[in-house]
């Protein structure tokens, strides 16, 4: 069971990294307001399992929807007739 609670409002500062080796899981890193946040697959380093591999799938598919509508919102806010349009 996985279980944590942690919000952060991506600024300027923010870094992402993907750390990869030859013979182990991948590391995604984020750096932000001093802390770095790891994700990486639980269980051996030098093997991924179906399982693991299907979060990371779903992960991949909720950070293409947080990026569309990140655009979808830009977008709106750069077409003065664009409804919705925050003043």
Do not use: K, W
Not at 14 to 43: E, K, W
Not at 48 to 66: H, K, P
């Amino acid at each position: 069971m996985s279980l944590a609670a942690i919000s952060f409002h991506l600024g300027e500062d923010v870094q992402f990294r993907c750390h990869t080796y030859a013979d182990a899981a991948p590391i995604l890193s984020m750096n932000i307001c001093g802390a770095s946040v790891d994700i990486t697959t639980s269980g051996e380093r030098d093997r991924v399992s179906s399982e693991a591999l299907a979060i990371v799938r779903e992960f991949v598919a909720q950070a293409r929807t947080f990026l569309a509508e990140c655009e979808r919102l830009h977008a709106a806010q750069l077409d003065p007739a664009a409804p919705n349009r925050a003043a």
